[in-house]
């Protein structure tokens, strides 16, 4: 499996912006796909998670109410719509995909259980 993100950017605090991450070459449809994140210095981190088949989804306390993860099904898509942005939130993020990572609540969160990764893109929000 191939994951693909869109292209991240510079958005001023306060901003929006929406990634997304296309499967090609197999489907998210067995387990779970995420979203992480990398600052520059700090240790990946998990941001937002949604169950393929059910839609149940997971995020950190830290981006809860403000990012939404979403999944087009049709499309193979999973969706990071990103609104009040602040510059905590710039980083490299990640999407991914593993048949495992969707069993609990625990290995949704866990980066170990993923495994096929997006090549990152940027997100960087300025103050």
């Known amino acids: 499996v191939q994951l693909q993100a869109s292209r991240g950017g510079l958005v001023q605090a306060g901003g929006s912006l929406r990634l997304s991450c296309a499967a090609s070459?197999?489907?998210?449809?067995?387990?779970?796909a995420g979203w992480f994140r990398q600052a520059p210095g700090k240790e990946r981190e998990f941001v937002a998670g949604?169950?393929?088949?059910?839609?149940?989804?997971l995020y950190a306390d830290s981006v809860k109410g403000r990012f939404t993860i979403a999944r087009d099904k049709a499309k193979n898509t999973v969706y990071l719509q990103m609104n009040s942005l602040g510059p905590e939130d710039t980083a490299v993020y990640y999407c991914?995909?593993?048949?495992?990572?969707?069993?609990?609540?625990?290995?949704?969160?866990?980066?170990?259980?993923?495994?096929?990764w997006g090549q990152g893109t940027q997100v960087t929000v300025s103050s």
């Open positions: 991914a995909t593993g048949g495992r990572a969707g069993a609990t609540m625990a290995t949704m969160a866990d980066s170990a259980k993923y495994d096929y």
């Open positions: 949604i169950r393929w088949s059910s839609g149940f989804t």
């Open positions: 070459g197999g489907t998210f449809g067995s387990g779970a």
